[in-house]
């Protein structure tokens, strides 16, 4: 009978950001005009630089790349947490998993994408000589394709080990998308192997990727500061300290979410993390990068003139 029970629950309603009647229209039309914005921003940021031919570079290339991932994490969980602010419909299990999948690809695309700017950036102030040589066509589609590649694998471990889990405990999941944690909490088997190895990946992914990335840009830092002309001086600390904001704010709040100690146990705290790094993030990223960016300002104003 016990086994039975464990495969009843087999749909899950979300119970999104709060519970308050009067919040709900408020923060529905927040949240809508966030994702519209988000979806401008990083669409239109794609459309530009496959429109203008003086953007044509492997720096924006790889930024292209990194909107793309920005649009794709916000659809994965907007759309639905828009929805349950009017009606908590349910979500089943292959839903949910989708759902998580689709956030994984493009949280881990983008460490990996995070890495490959500062790689460009690296070679582009440190070795400007060979930098056509060295950021080839060919190079940076590797490195996207890449970077798309382990994002499309990784998430493929943790969706196996959460198919060995069972759910009778509950069938509301404290959250307003399906995130792999408050699963956990609701399975009725024992999830410490799946919590290990999300753990276990997580610090390795985001250790590796965030030190890469620093380790580059000290490189970077050094160079600059040793630039005679203080017109480059300016123009690499805006493109690069652009850069960096981007990389802090993400990988700040994929620590906080995953591998600090004791993640997980406040939902309150974790929905707040949740929401800046799945919607908060993908809004901020094509203005950080675009707004002190004299090349996309330039090749905007020729759009709208056109």
């Known amino acids: 009978m016990m086994e039975a029970n464990k495969t009843l629950v087999t749909e899950f ?27 401008v921003g990083n669409l239109g940021l794609i459309f530009l630089i496959w429109k203008d031919s003086h953007l044509h570079t492997p720096m924006y290339s790889f930024l292209g790349s990194l909107a793309f991932a920005d649009a794709c994490s916000s659809s994965s969980v907007t759309p639905k947490m828009l929805m349950n602010f009017f009606s908590k419909d349910h979500i089943s299990f292959i839903e949910c998993i989708t759902q998580f999948y689709i956030f994984a690809f493009s949280a881990t695309t983008e460490s ?14 440190c070795n400007p000589l060979l930098y056509p040589v060295v950021m080839s066509h060919r190079l940076c589609t590797w490195l996207i394709s890449a970077s798309y590649a382990i994002g499309f694998l990784h998430p493929i ?47 390795f992914i985001q250790a590796s990727t965030f030190m890469t990335i620093i380790v580059s840009y000290t490189c970077v830092l050094f160079a600059i500061l040793r630039k005679k002309s203080e017109k480059g001086k300016s123009k690499a600390f805006s493109t690069c300290s652009a850069h960096l904001l ?32 799945t919607i908060i993030i993908p809004l901020l990223n094509p ?4 707004l002190r960016n004299k090349e996309v300002l330039l090749a905007c104003r020729k759009m709208i003139k056109k």
């Open 112 to 125: 990996f994408l995070l890495v490959v700017m500062a790689y460009d950036r690296y070679v582009a102030i």
């Open 157 to 203: 471990v943790h969706v196996r080990l959460l198919f060995r889990l069972t759910f009778c405990r509950s069938h509301k999941i404290d959250h307003f998308f399906c995130e792999i944690l408050p699963l956990f909490t609701i399975s009725c088997t024992d999830p410490s192997v799946n919590a290990l190895v999300l753990f276990i990946s997580a610090s």
């Open 287 to 290: 203005f950080i990068y675009s």
């Open 13 to 39: 309603v979300l119970t999104g950001l709060t519970d308050l009647p009067g919040l709900q229209v408020p923060l529905f039309l927040v949240f809508l005009v966030i994702y519209l914005t988000t979806m």
């Open 246 to 277: 981007s990389v802090f704010l993400f990988y700040g709040t994929l620590f906080f979410m995953y591998v600090r100690p004791g993640s997980g146990q406040d939902q309150y705290q974790d929905k707040m993390y949740s929401l800046f790094y």
